[in-house]
């Protein structure tokens, strides 16, 4: 009941101001997207009625949220979307049988994980074979021109093993789990730096790309295997670390589900090391770092609700710049621009951001971009051809931990 | 010399319905209508299709007039109608004995009910108060005014009936103790001119008793306000009814994308008389929060009212105090040759909005009795609108693929496929102009350059431009080009706007709180600040 | 940790910041949405200053002429992409071609050119959405009869699929085209395409908002007649454009905005605010600074909730001044709930009930937040905005 209410009073918030679908950029760029507008708000209003409004349009939404975050009635309309797409899917209408798949697969970026990463070098080959990628195209619909990431030998978190009084929960996502390990022991070490002993439960994926690719329920059941993972730790008051930012947004938005919010003591990575450092127990015995760097802040991030917390923490760095891009979404969203029929939204998404990148390059104000997100750097570098990485690696330059 | 044997004052359900009747019976009528078409209490009511639950104990004749009446319209109209099943709900404050006394008084006037399960109440119903007792499925529907008198003119002009909007019937006209026609005012232009006749039919709702003075014949219509509510949304699935004596905020009704609570009941000396009060609403709300717990969080987009016409037979009664409630929403068809001695005039007064083909078949079979015409009434046969097309369907929602395309159809009718053909080959015109009721461009245009249409209100009427969250704060505004277009037609734009605006802010003014007031100052932003139409 | 805090990030917020940043403060800005300049026409109206003045409980009343005055000029200075100044009304262009006064205009706004003009090209955008020229033409007519309008209307390549299936081109659309390299060139050739007429043609140019973009400042100062724009219907792009400048400015200056979500409440202790707690996701976010403002936006921003029977302020349910009666019949006349805000004394900080009690030492209040005034039929939404974000900065 009490959801219910929230969603009449959720749908009562919108004064059909339009900023959202000014502000969409999957609107701006790709001409069979109408916008949040029309299929949140609009729609559901209608879909209350019972009508199917726009159920083959409603893929095109990238779920990056830029709606709700520009959106001056908090109105959660990527909620809203997702909900009537799982309706949709629910009653069979707007997708045929090879998105389908895709989607399915997609979403299970877990399993995709696991099986690429048994012979990593076999996939990347593969993925790097133009002959595959067509294959790829034809049969399944993900783009052969997309930046499908590299895997690696999967992430393996029990190196460290260092005891300690201070403990936290490490989430470390699919991304740094089979495509980015270094960056995994990278945050493992900053966090072993300021004196914790971290800990990694064989955690399942987030369930991001499960609700993005529209399958809500399961995303709900996958929350509920990790909380029950987390259940020990969160009772003893351990804090839940994450470097993904889109992670961080599913693992936040876990409350509720099985846990109170109060309970749940969630962390973006440089959310956590600040407030650490405005307890005074983070180490800022750093070296002088020079380097130049332009941020990106990714939808996930901004989603979240707590600034820019690895910028704050970076400039306390003797010798680092940061520029903040402040260029919106970089058009990839977790698989969205994998996908056929998307990749070149996806692209156009990201343009102001490419060229953001590539005029900063070019006029010498910075060398390289830092942003949290994998798949943000993913396609950064992919659309620019400019070096993006996770600004951790910065303050293991600073600690020399390198 | 007559120009028709019947003038029908009034284009409400009524009138309309008369004219549909007389027109398929071959009798030749015209009616005559002050505003537009169901500009009064036929738009103005909660749009509840009665299956006579309300009215089983106090007035079973009511009662089953009403789920006969439902039962046909369904058939006939079903493109008017929702068959959204209604509850009647026992809250912990409704007497028990009521209930069974409703439950028998179904039986008798034959409305076929069932109890639902509370479990299966509240899973339905989910912000339903979860305390209620006792729950009962009826075949309550909901009706669109306005479309259903449009659909009934429309039929009418098919069999030759005829029609004038914005003319006003200002009197009477008679010759030796005889009623021969109507002097008329075309209030678009200032012409008068009169109607000749054999009889007319006075159906003017709560304007009736005005036409029938006019002559110095007394009508006692008692005119009672009932005021309602716009929610934004739909809050509940179905119609749910307090199960108990009708009373101020006991019924929702979910009509199109809002839903309707309604109505209270205050006598007032005129039918103009129809600005929703405050305290209206409050005494609304609180009655509603009993069946929908946290009300006045809901948004509530406008509050409106309309006049009932309530007929008092003996009009030397004291007590105009009595509550309306207590006077029959049974019709009353006045022969004034019977009762005044004054022959060709009948009037048709009181009656409920889903009766009103019922009221128009008595009325019709007099005049025909009257005429010598022994024509049978088909009008409970035979279907108000035709079919729409498969093909039309198809070709709509390949042209607006996130549209309502089946509201839209059944909004246009035959017109439909001149405005599908206008997007087909203009596709800008697929553009929703009124973006919260989903409404294209190619529509409003279209209603726009119909010749029945006169102002920015018709074409809500015609099209429910302005009726959604935002009321009117851009659609307005978006309008602007196309009456700019057959300028000749409006008012300046200027004063078109503004009358537009200021009739929305008559609703909005009483429920001005929460989201609407943001809504308010939005639309004052646009109006008084960007496109500074205080300045004028 | 932060000098300020402020809460709320529209154009009060952010000209609070970049004073503030500009001094050397460090600031943290809290918004829920991206403001309300989007809804603006993107010109900033005075109103009658002088005449406000003297209204004893106005905001301008509050601050008095002299900062009123600088908060004004300091914006001009900021940004020299705009014109105008307390002294003298600029007249500007609604969205339907009617001429209008406002305080400081988008430079290329301006319609002097059009005063001595003897043909207005008005330039009409194939599609694009809330424009309508035949409109514009008679309006134009109207206030500018010595002139021949001509409309020309051109499409461009980029939105052809968008007019196939007919989804709609907004202000915003356009902009954002032209601003990009291969629409800045477009717009070269099809100005260079115009006929070469005599120095008496002025083009009128909807859905452009050159403001603060150089390459398109560039093309436009190359034309041989004037380009002048009008204001658009919202979203507008042009008010979109200086929240953005006004953004990166802050940024530049170093200060931190946080978007998307909004502070639940304010802890204090004897008077003073001591942490702002966020509303972020999952779990609350506390904030700690030495001052704060207040600039939520008024009812319109959320900063002010009303119920059927009172007003409430959102973050610390700070008093506020609340008529009895609302409304009034006239729509766009006088309507007295526009005036509902906080009372607050000549340092802009928040009152009691009387007008003496301080109740917060460090909170200053902006803005839409503060009481008796109101844009609509004072036309000083800018006015105000400005004048005490200023003040609020410049004391933090």
Redesign the interface.
Known sequence: MIYEQDRTENLDACIKCSACTAMCPVAAVNPLFPGPKVLGPDAERFRLEGLQIGAALLNYCSKCRTCEITCPSGVKITEMITRAQENAKLSGSGKNLQSNIRDYLFGRAEYLGKLATILPGLTNTLLRTPLFRQVLEQALGISSEAPLPTYRKKFNPFGEGHKNRKQVVYFPGCFVTYNDPPTGHAITKVLEHNGYEVIVPPFHCCSTPLEGNGYVREAKETAKKNLALMNPYIRAGVPLITGCTSCGTALKEYAGLDVSASELQAYDLFEFLWALHEQSEFRTDFKEVQVSLGYHSSCHLKAQGIGTPSVRLLRLIPGVRVTDLDQGCCGLSGSYGFKKEKYDTAMQIGNPVFERVRHGVANDEFQSVITECGGCQVQIRHGSGTETFHPVWVLMQAYGLE | MKDYQVVIVGGGATGVGILRDLSMRGISALLLEQGDLAHGTSSRFHGLLHSGGRYAVKDPQSAAECIDENLILKKIAPHCISDTGGWFVQTKDDSPGYVEEWIKSCAGAHIPIREVSISEACRKE??MD?NVLRVFEVPDATVDGFRIVWANARSARHYNGEFRTYHQAERLVTDKGQVTGVAVRNLLNGHQFTVHCDIVVNAAGAWASQLAGSIGIPLDVICDKGTLLAF????FHRVVNRLRPSGDGDIFV?H??ITILGTTSQFVDSPEDNDPQQEE??SL?EIGEQLLP?I????IIRAFSGIRPLHREDHDVPGVKEEGRNVSRSFALIDHELQDGIKGLISIVGGKFTTYRLMAEKVSDRVAEKLGNTTPCHTAEEDLLPEIPEHVYKKAARLL????V??MLERLQEDAEDVLKE?EQ???????LC??E?VSMAEVEKAASDEDTHHLADIRRKTRLGM???QG??CT??A??LL??KKEKYDS?DEEL?NF??Q???GI?PV????Q???T???????????????N | MWDGIIIGGGLAGLTAGIRAAERGKQILIISEGAGSLTYSSGALDFGDVGQLLSHEDHPYALLGETVVHAGMEWFQNLFPDYRGSWSEFQEILTPLGAPRKAGIVPRSHNTEPLKNAKVIILMAPYGLKDFFPEIIKTNLLKAYPQCEVEIFPFRTGTFESWHTIGKPVTGMDYTKYWQSQPGVSELKRLLDSLPQTSGETVILFPGLAAAFCEPLKEVLAGTPFPVIEMTSFPPSACGHNLYSALKQKFKSLGGELLTGTGVQSIESHNKVCSRAIVRSKGRPTAFSADSFILATGGIFGGGIEATADTAQETVLGLPLYVPAQWTNSEFLGEQPYARIGIEADRELRPVGPGGKEVLFKNLRVIGRMLAHWDPWTETCGGGVSLATGWFAGNQL
């Open positions: 989910p912000l979860k934004n949304q739909r809050l979910p199109e994308t609403v409050r709300l946290g006045m969080k809901n948004r693929p996130y549209a309502p089946e509201k997007i203009t596709p800008h015109k697929g553009q929703m973006e919260c989903m959604g969250t935002c704060a851009f505004y978006r602007l080009p700019w277009q734009l503004r605006l200021n929305r802010w008559k003014r001005l709180w929460g989201q007031l943001r809504e100052e939005l639309t004052r932003a646009i109006y008084s600040g960007i496109l500074q139409f205080t300045e």
